[in-house]
């Protein structure tokens, strides 16, 4: 039997939600995708696992697909080298890029996993949104509150993060 092969995407996942009440595979799985803190995101592809990891953390993320302006934002506003040290050019191009937006369009493609590259931070601190949340963090996006896959409109709410 052919397998149906699903496309690369990459997604942007934000924690919007404290847990100190959650359950304790909640919490382990957050760690595992490296959102200990509220208002911290990480930048992850659409593979299975990935997916099950949401769906176990759904009610405390918020999730969806990013544009290439709004990664390359986040590079260059608030991606950190080890040592809390800012992404420079140099070591953009240390590691095989041209620019900030070369390396934006090669993790949206899914050519590189931003997690894997050496000496990066792994999550991105983020703010919280300038006016806030739109509505309830406890609901699903879908039913008015924030919580949940957002697809496109992911990226309204990172730009007011960054």
């Keep these: 039997m052919a397998q149906k092969t699903e496309e690369c995407k990459s997604l942007v996942v934000v924690k919007i939600r404290g847990t100190v009440r959650a359950q304790k595979e909640t919490r382990e799985t957050l760690e595992f995708l490296h959102l200990v803190h ?3 995101a990480v930048l992850i592809d659409s593979r299975a696992a990935y997916k099950g990891m949401l769906q176990r953390v ?3 993320i918020t999730y969806g697909e990013p544009t290439k302006e709004t990664v390359a934002l986040m590079l260059q ?6 040592g809390e040290k800012k992404l420079t050019d140099e070591y953009i191009q240390k590691i095989g890029y041209k620019s900030i937006d070369d390396l934006a369009d090669a993790i949206v493609s899914c050519k590189v996993q931003y997690q894997k590259l050496p000496d990066v931070e792994p999550r991105f601190k983020l703010h919280p949104p300038s006016k806030g949340y ?9 039913s008015g509150g924030e919580a949940g896959y957002r697809g496109e409109a992911i990226n309204d709410l ?3 993060m960054v």
């Design 38 to 40: 509220t208002n911290h």
């Design 58 to 60: 759904n009610s405390y």
């Design 77 to 82: 506003k608030r991606a950190r080298l080890a």
């Design 134 to 142: 739109k509505g309830k963090v406890k609901k699903g996006f879908n």
């Design 158 to 160: 990172v730009k007011r």
